[in-house]
């Protein structure tokens, strides 16, 4: 407990980044642990970049993590990974949601979206775990709970009990989609599980 831990959210804007992370915070704090969080909404419509810090430990001070000190990302977005490369070392671990979400450039034709976003991560020795966070969502029955798909994912990598998560989500979400988002955060979890093995 005594290690502060980094973890790096990003992703566009309509994909619950923030909801993610204020389940984390609440997780965390349940779990006894100090936390810090900070968003940064970049344009805040639909599709301009989001990314949320946050820092949880005995003792947390500040609540942005600095360039190469993330422990863990967790991208939204597929290209959103390369993005924040800086943000990532050797050790950090890295989920990754295959989902694209065209920027701007690349759906108006001036630019192309990489076909090699995976590869580039490898290639720099960070241990990458990409799941299809949309595709788990939507056989959940709710393609707009992807954000939990990936809590769910994390929570796989964390010292959290899953018992403090779903409470935490029976708290937050609103009655008539829990269970579709709390089964969502199952099969992200499951999904790394599988990963991992």
Do not use: W
């Amino acid at each position: 407990m005594g290690k502060t831990t980094n973890l790096f959210l990003c992703g566009v804007g309509g994909q619950g980044i923030l909801l993610a992370s204020e389940v984390i915070s609440s997780a965390c704090m349940k779990a006894g642990f100090d936390i810090k969080q900070s968003e940064v909404h970049g344009m805040a419509q639909r599709g301009g970049s989001v990314v949320a810090h946050l820092r949880y430990g005995e003792k947390v001070f500040s609540p942005l993590i600095e360039p190469g000190d993330a422990d863990i990302v967790v991208s939204f977005e597929l290209l959103e990974a390369l993005r924040y490369l800086p943000y990532m070392n050797r050790k950090t671990r890295v989920i990754v949601n295959t989902q694209k979400i065209l920027p701007s450039p690349v759906a108006t034709g001036v630019d192309t979206y990489p076909a090699d976003v995976l590869d580039q991560l490898t290639q720099r020795g960070i241990t990458v775990f990409p799941i299809d966070a949309f595709e788990i969502a939507k056989s959940a029955g709710e393609t707009r709970a992807v954000n939990m798909v990936l809590v769910g994912a994390l929570s796989a990598l964390l010292p959290l009990d899953e018992k403090i998560f779903l409470e935490v989500i029976s708290e937050r979400i609103p009655e008539k989609i829990r269970k579709k988002n709390s089964e969502a955060f199952l099969k992200g979890k499951e999904a790394i599980a599988n990963l991992k093995r």
